[in-house]
């Protein structure tokens, strides 16, 4: 069966220090593989998505950036956080259009 | 560009009763799924219940089921014998069948569904 994985968990930095959340699927080849932002109460903001290894499309401009380095590995980044940063950030794949997006448990980020 | 709208941003029920959430969309396709998915506390995002678009019948699981009216671009998620572990963030979520930019997932700013005891 898939799965996917997101760590940290929990990340308190301070503002201006470098970012790095990684998400990793087992379990299936090729997937898509999506960033998704989530402000306190809100709803889901879509980061960055990919369609294969390199392949990194942005949905909002911003101070971070996406890489998928490998297959079934999803990495976000920032060189210099800021404040506005802070949130819950959640990894998520698919594969078939007709299948669900699967998330993971998400990185609760707080920049200080 | 399809639209999601959720017109609840917070219901409350009584523990045991039922509550319908609603959800409509707005697209030109004739091919897409939608979903719902609950977000509890923990924030954790469950996959609730989909509903493929050529299909007639109503996706149901368990004490969840939809009513899905696709001339009237309506799903809505029906929670029967509410528990207290109902209590979450419900989001309603629609995919384009034919993909296109972010595979056209859009998701609705959801509703906080309250379980009174």
């Known amino acids: 069966s898939q799965t996917i994985h997101q760590w940290p968990a929990t990340l308190v930095q301070p503002v201006g220090s470098p970012l790095s959340l990684e998400c990793t699927v087992e379990?299936?080849?090729?997937?898509?593989l999506y960033w998704y932002r989530q402000a306190a109460g809100r709803g889901l903001q879509l980061l960055f998505y990919s369609v294969g290894i390199g392949q990194i499309s942005s949905e909002v401009p911003q101070n971070l950036s996406a890489s998928r380095p490998q297959d079934r590995q999803f990495i976000l980044s920032s060189k210099k956080l800021l404040l506005s940063d802070s949130g819950f950030y959640l990894c998520?794949?698919?594969?078939?259009?007709?299948?669900?997006?699967?998330f993971g448990n998400g990185t609760r980020l707080t920049v200080t | 560009a399809q639209t999601v709208t959720q017109s609840q941003p917070e219901m409350s029920v009584q523990e045991a009763e039922t509550v319908t959430l609603s959800c409509t969309y707005d697209?030109?396709?004739?091919?897409?799924?939608l979903f719902w998915y609950k977000q509890p506390p923990s924030r954790q995002m469950i996959l609730v219940i989909r509903?493929?678009?050529?299909?007639?019948q109503n996706a149901t699981e368990n004490r969840f089921s939809v009513n899905f009216q696709k001339a009237a671009k309506s799903f809505s998620l029906k929670i029967s014998d509410s528990q207290l572990g109902d209590a979450a963030m419900y989001f309603c979520?629609?995919?384009?069948?034919?993909?296109?930019?972010?595979?056209?997932?859009?998701f609705g700013k959801g509703t906080h569904l309250i379980i009174q005891p």
């Open positions: 979520a629609y995919r384009s069948g034919s993909g296109g930019g972010a595979d056209g997932l859009t």
């Open positions: 379990g299936t080849s090729n997937p898509n």
């Open positions: 509903q493929e678009a050529y299909k007639q």
């Open positions: 998520a794949w698919t594969g078939l259009l007709s299948s669900p997006l699967h």
């Open positions: 697209t030109s396709e004739s091919d897409y799924y």
